[in-house]
């Protein structure tokens, strides 16, 4: 069985940083791409950042931006998502999610989502 497993996750101070690692492990052969959501108490799942595996290209919200940096290793199924200058509205449930994984027996998964782990921004 494919497993993602986020960590990282914690309290900080206002313009402080955390480092969020995601890892996918089992039989995988090849993930196209790996992402970062986020959900706030009541509100929906929004996007913060992708890579795809292939070619390293990134996409961006707009409001993390600048300060926020995804990155990936490709070899051990693993994705970074470095938070720098972080804002009391970025606390938040951060997700996992890898795209199109491949297994080593044939199968395949569209997505598959991690458990999420906790970011919270104090003032």
């Known amino acids: 069985q494919v497993q993602l497993v986020e960590s990282g996750g914690g309290l900080v101070q206002a313009g402080g940083s955390l480092r969020l690692s995601c890892a996918a492990s089992g039989r995988i052969f090849s993930i196209n791409a790996m992402a970062w959501y986020r959900q706030a108490p009541g509100k929906q799942r929004e996007f913060v950042a992708t890579i795809r595996s292939y070619d390293d290209r990134t996409i961006y919200a707009d409001y993390v931006e600048g300060r926020f940096t995804i990155s990936r290793d490709n070899a051990k199924n693993t994705v970074i998502l470095q938070m720098n200058s972080l804002k009391p509205e970025d606390t938040a449930v951060y997700y996992c999610?890898?795209?199109?994984?491949?297994?080593?027996?044939?199968?395949?998964?569209?997505?598959?989502w991690g458990q999420g782990t906790q970011v919270t921004v104090s003032s």
């Open positions: 999610d890898a795209d199109g994984i491949r297994t080593s027996e044939g199968g395949a998964y569209v997505n598959y």
